[in-house]
């Protein structure tokens, strides 16, 4: 297992947000996490790449207890990358500054030796002539795809995803959608908190239905989308769906 999650607690005062979260994620795969808003999938995450400290349990990268206290949460972050929501790019940077930023800052590299390398990632996520545009020249889709291409370019080996597709209009989802896509068939590890409920069901291989903190069901895609066990999980599908 890459990652590995045993009995994750998190509270925020009295709101418990995580309550007992076991998950295993192998190397390759692509875990979807569903549920209703306030489920726990985004906090998960964060806690996932230790944006958020954990209450109780153990976060294992690789064999490695990433979540013991007092661990320096620099290194764990350059091996797993995280894009959020919002594209967080900084306006005053062109999309290949935005790239070039963290590489610069956490691996000491040059922008000589990152200018190849990250012509590349532009290149292959149809990118490449937008690499010296400012983010407000660029559409939604075009800026998440960069947000991708940033954390892509800490090489990281597993990427986390927080709905990454809700703040896009309609029509460019699918442009966001098909970086995964080419992510999942060249092997990255993924964990996606998602309400893109088809696309799930076409591409991950456990699908984990969260509630009220709990995953309350996991299985295939066909398992929870065809076959769900609980009665909350067939209620949250028999609207979403």
């Known amino acids: 297992m890459v990652l590995r999650l045993e009995n994750i607690q998190k509270s ?5 947000v995580l309550d007992g979260i076991d998950l295993e994620i192998g190397k390759g795969q ?7 808003s306030g489920s726990g999938k985004s906090t998960l995450l964060r806690c996932m790449n230790l ?12 064999g490695q207890d990433i979540s ?18 919002s594209f967080n790019l900084f306006p005053h940077m062109t999309a290949a500054e935005n790239v070039m930023l963290a590489p610069r800052r956490a691996k000491g590299l040059s922008r000589d030796a990152l200018k190849a390398p990250v012509s590349a990632l532009f290149e292959r996520f149809g990118l490449a002539d937008r690499m010296d545009h400012y983010p407000d ?28 597709t809700s703040a896009l209009d309609p029509e460019l ?14 092997g990255m590890t993924m964990v996606l908190a998602t309400h893109e409920m088809g696309f799930a069901r076409e591409l ?20 929870i989308f065809e076959t769900p066990e609980q009665d909350r999980t067939k209620s949250f599908l028999s609207r979403v769906l």
Request: charged share 20%.
């Open 12 to 16: 925020f005062g009295s709101n418990v």
């Open 30 to 36: 692509m875990v979807c996490l569903i549920g209703a």
């Open 137 to 164: 020249q660029l559409s939604g889709g075009q800026q998440q795809r960069v947000a991708i291409v940033r954390a892509l370019a800490m090489e990281p080996e597993v990427m986390l995803f927080d709905e990454i």
């Open 68 to 85: 013991e206290p007092g661990l320096d949460p620099q290194p764990v972050r350059r091996r797993i990358g995280m894009v959020f929501q």
């Open 173 to 186: 989802v699918g442009e966001v959608l098909d970086v995964l896509r080419a992510l999942r068939m060249q």
């Open 51 to 62: 944006l958020e400290p954990i209450d109780d349990g153990a976060i294992w990268l690789d």
């Open 204 to 223: 991950a291989d456990l699908v984990c239905f969260l509630d009220n903190g709990r995953i309350l069901e996991a299985g295939t895609p066909s398992q």
